[in-house]
């Protein structure tokens, strides 16, 4: 006889929801969402079989409770058991609740309750149904079989819908004030009264002034119309709506508002918010996107990567449209926006109402003037110095002045040489080359680290350095031959840079190297970066191909993957264990979580020496490249052989070596392991900040990958919301990457004796089309 025994597998029910529901929704204010968001879905169910009645949503909070009532379609006994108290089999996914365009899928139910709550009491009643229910769960009775009461009431006067009372854990964790600043972005954009504590929440109305209605576009996948309005002065206010919206001839419910104020773009379906979506936008437009086809996570921290994509591309069109409006109007010549992405999209038909300077003259002519038939008609003069200029100034020839700015110089330059207006000779020359004999010995060294630290930093190979005498009193010189690939840089060795590496090599060698290579990148990099050869492309699709394999790489294994709603799938199936579940559910909360104290701040002078004596604190190139207002790619700043705990750089010394900024912050490892390949090579930041997020946009010098890094903050940014693009100043470390700190959250990023600073980081990585 067999000794054999068998059991069944057991767990503690009360403890697995208070895991799961504070893993899933941390914070009474989710708890109180995902009620509202219940609210809003029961009343959109309501309405499609009942379009006469008059929808609300009353929310009331007092110091232990918070009582959500909705006359949406209610609940019935078979609801309330086989879907609101039972996790992961949703009521939503039917016919007729995806036709009434519900926003939630996942069947969290009673879930998000429980880990901020001790009792959630319900009374429903279903429309169309004769008996209303009450229902109470406590959670220290959750463990019990049959704790949860279900109890018919036959009352006629209860009205439909579904009236919840929830008991808070923790008495006073929610406040009024809190809930309306906290459910602003969720509710603002629904047609639906929502009143709490008896106020009514303001709703936000799409209003604008239309200059442009109803304007068509089509291209090869995108079709929609188009509702624009802007002003007549800077900075300029856009407003645009993006509706009748079909991919490939299939109609899309919904729309897009996109504005010039809003520093971020939030996710809607049916106008209640999921998620912020990161978007890159050279016209740095915000807003909404009101769509049926956002899917967001079980967590709502985000919408998923096909919903991103799906917006990305839409937004990309969008701003391309909008390019083609505003090239029509003389404002554009004035519009950095416009310029910006001119000069990264050139095409000659948008370029006609930008201005150009004729030489010598306080005078200026629309590059639309200028066509091939009168192209005969002028020269242009392109980095030309002024007394050389000086001599065509009463001379027949009508000579342009290429601006100086690097948006408006490459439009510039683009347009005249499309149309055959010819460049008069530049006359900046090579007085003199050096030979390599002819050179002292310091010279000889600062040639060959300058060539060195070019080749081993920026990847290029096709190039020189020499020292030579150059016309015009410069600098620095760069010619290149575009058909052999190839440039070459001159520096005069009269160049006061080179004296104060030279001076430094022979009294602190220890420094020599990290100084040339803050030489190349602030003062060089700019000189050569236009004239890199054709190897950039192939080196921009290897970076893409790496970031794009690496994106598996540091996650939970295979047989843990999977959304939410996928994973309690398997957990009622009996395909992973509820031990396994609560280990995917902790495991996805906490993936992405940095804690700072103040022992990891300290100065930048322990990653970067010499920063405050830095020769080029005083030099006129690099403080010139500094304060242009043209942001372009830029190298990171390398100190590979560095390795630090801190996670705080900070530093007094305003240096064109740190880009003018005087606080850094570290990226999480996750982040350093799997995109540092990216920051190796120049890129572009543009930093959002609001309440409690705090986003980075990283894009790479040809436009084609973007990285965001999405800060959610525990601890709120006082009154600050802002946003703006700002000259890269990356620092690379052995182990560490920093990213500079925006003067207006300085003050948040002090950190004090014994204060900590929590949050969790989300990235991802976009390939732009």
């Known amino acids: 006889m067999s000794d054999t025994m068998y059991v069944s597998m057991e767990f503690d029910a009360k403890q697995m929801i208070r895991l799961l529901g504070n893993d899933l929704y941390d914070s009474p204010?989710?708890?109180?969402?995902?009620?509202?968001?219940?609210?809003?879905?029961?009343?959109?169910?309501?309405?499609?079989?009942?379009?006469?009645?008059?929808?609300y949503i009353k929310i009331n909070i007092t110091n232990e409770q918070i009582v959500i009532e909705d006359n949406g379609i209610g609940m019935n006994?078979?609801?309330?058991?086989?879907?609101?108290?039972?996790?992961?089999?949703?009521?939503?996914?039917?016919?007729?609740s995806i036709a009434a365009g519900v926003v939630g899928h996942f069947g969290i139910g009673a879930l998000?309750?429980?880990?901020?709550?001790?009792?959630?009491?319900?009374?429903?009643?279903?429309?169309?149904?004769?008996?209303?229910?009450?229902?109470?769960?406590?959670?220290?009775?959750?463990?019990?079989?049959?704790?949860?009461?279900?109890?018919?009431?036959?009352?006629?006067?209860?009205?439909?819908?579904?009236?919840?009372?929830?008991?808070?854990?923790?008495?006073?964790?929610?406040?009024?004030?809190?809930?309306?600043?906290?459910?602003?972005?969720?509710?603002?954009y629904i047609e639906i009264p929502v009143t709490i504590n008896g106020q009514k929440f303001p709703q936000k109305k799409i209003d604008f002034v239309k200059k442009i209605i109803a304007k068509e576009v089509t291209d090869s996948r995108l079709s929609y119309k188009l509702d624009i309005g802007y002003n007549n002065q800077f900075p300029l206010s856009v407003d645009i709506v993006i509706y009748d919206i079909a991919i490939q001839g299939s109609p899309i419910n919904g729309?897009?508002?996109?504005?010039?104020?809003?520093?971020?773009?939030?996710?809607?379906?049916?106008?209640?918010?999921?998620?912020?979506?990161?978007?890159?936008?050279?016209?740095?437009?915000?807003?909404?996107?009101?769509?049926?086809?956002?899917?967001?996570t079980a967590g709502r921290e985000a919408v998923s990567r096909e919903s991103v994509s799906l917006v990305t591309s839409i937004v990309q069109s969008v701003e391309s449209s909008w390019t083609s409006v505003i090239a029509e109007d003389p404002i554009c010549d004035n519009y950095r926006n416009f310029l910006q992405y001119l000069y990264s999209h050139f095409n000659i038909a948008q370029a006609s109402h930008i201005n150009i300077k004729y030489a010598n003259e306080d005078k200026y002519i629309r590059l639309g003037n200028i066509t091939s038939l009168n192209a005969s008609e002028f020269k242009y003069a392109d980095g030309v110095d002024s007394t050389v200029l000086a001599k065509f100034k009463n001379s027949e020839n009508n000579v342009?002045?290429?601006?100086?700015?690097?948006?408006?110089?490459?439009?510039?330059?683009?347009?005249?040489?499309?149309?055959?207006?010819?460049?008069?000779?530049?006359?900046?020359?090579?007085?003199?080359?050096?030979?390599?004999?002819?050179?002292?010995?310091?010279?000889?060294?600062i040639v060959n680290e300058l060539r060195s630290i070019i080749e081993e930093d920026y990847y290029v190979k096709d190039f020189d350095v020499k020292f030579a005498d150059i016309s015009h009193m410069l600098n620095?010189?760069?010619?290149?031959?575009?058909?052999?690939?190839?440039?070459?840089?001159?520096?005069?060795?009269?160049?006061?840079?080179?004296?104060?590496?030279?001076?430094?090599?022979?009294?602190?060698?220890?420094?020599?190297?990290?100084?040339?290579?803050?030489?190349?990148?602030?003062v060089l990099y700019q000189q050569f970066s236009a004239f890199i050869p054709k190897g950039v492309k192939e080196r921009t699709d290897y970076i893409s191909r790496v970031l794009h394999n690496t994106k598996d790489e540091y996650i939970i294994p295979y047989e843990m993957t999977g959304t939410m709603d996928e994973m309690i799938g398997k957990l009622r199936a009996d395909e992973i264990t509820p031990e396994e579940f609560v280990k995917f559910a902790k495991a996805e909360r906490n993936k992405h979580q940095q804690t700072i104290n103040q022992s990891q701040v300290g100065d930048v002078s322990e990653v970067i020496t010499n920063?405050?004596?830095?020769?080029?604190?005083?030099?006129?190139?690099?403080?010139?490249?500094?304060?242009?207002?043209?942001?372009?790619?830029?190298?990171?700043?390398?100190?590979?052989?560095?390795?630090?705990?801190?996670?705080?750089?900070?530093?007094?010394?305003?240096?064109?070596?740190?880009?003018?900024?005087?606080?850094?912050m570290a990226l999480t490892d996750k982040m350093v392991n799997q995109k540092?390949?990216?920051?190796?090579?120049?890129?572009?930041?543009?930093?959002?900040?609001?309440?409690?997020?705090?986003?980075?946009?990283?894009?790479d010098a040809m436009g084609k990958n973007t990285l965001y890094y999405d800060l959610e903050l525990t601890r709120k940014i006082p009154d600050s919301t802002g946003g703006k693009s700002i000259r890269s100043a990356t620092i690379l470390t052995k182990d560490k990457i920093f990213v500079p700190i925006v003067p207006e959250l300085y003050t948040y990023f002090n950190l004090n004796v014994d204060e900590k600073l929590k949050f969790f980081v989300h990235f991802d990585e976009i390939e732009n089309s």
Not at 77 to 96: E, H, R
Request: glycine share 4%; hydrophobic share 35%.
């Open 476 to 522: 620095v010189f760069v010619t290149h031959d575009l058909n052999k690939g190839i440039f070459c840089i001159y520096i005069s060795p009269n160049n006061s840079d080179i004296q104060r590496l030279i001076s430094i090599r022979n009294d602190n060698y220890r420094l020599f190297t990290p100084l040339a290579k803050d030489f190349v990148r602030v």
């Open 29 to 55: 204010l989710a708890m109180l969402r995902e009620n509202v968001q219940n609210a809003y879905d029961a009343i959109l169910e309501r309405k499609l079989i009942d379009s006469d009645f008059e929808p």
């Open 400 to 445: 342009l002045s290429i601006s100086d700015s690097t948006y408006r110089k490459r439009i510039q330059r683009n347009y005249l040489e499309k149309i055959g207006v010819k460049s008069i000779p530049n006359n900046i020359q090579v007085i003199r080359e050096y030979e390599s004999k002819e050179l002292t010995i310091d010279q000889f060294f």
């Open 676 to 699: 540092r390949i990216f920051f190796s090579n120049p890129h572009t930041t543009r930093i959002l900040w609001s309440m409690h997020r705090l986003i980075y946009i990283f894009t």
């Open 255 to 296: 729309y897009l508002y996109l504005n010039t104020r809003d520093k971020g773009i939030l996710g809607l379906r049916n106008g209640f918010g999921l998620a912020s979506i990161n978007v890159p936008s050279i016209y740095e437009f915000g807003g909404i996107v009101n769509l049926d086809n956002l899917v967001p």
């Open 611 to 664: 920063i405050s004596n830095n020769t080029l604190n005083v030099s006129e190139d690099a403080i010139k490249n500094v304060n242009n207002e043209d942001i372009m790619p830029m190298p990171s700043i390398l100190c590979l052989d560095v390795e630090t705990k801190l996670r705080i750089l900070k530093t007094d010394v305003i240096t064109p070596v740190l880009q003018n900024n005087k606080m850094f």
């Open 77 to 96: 006994k078979d609801i309330l058991a086989n879907n609101y108290w039972k996790a992961g089999n949703s009521g939503k996914n039917n016919p007729q």
């Open 112 to 188: 998000a309750n429980f880990g901020v709550c001790t009792k959630l009491e319900i009374q429903t009643h279903r429309y169309g149904e004769k008996t209303a229910y009450t229902s109470e769960a406590q959670r220290e009775k959750i463990n019990i079989k049959n704790s949860i009461p279900v109890t018919p009431i036959e009352n006629q006067s209860i009205p439909y819908g579904t009236c919840i009372t929830v008991t808070l854990d923790q008495p006073g964790s929610i406040s009024v004030i809190n809930a309306i600043n906290y459910l602003r972005q969720y509710i603002e």
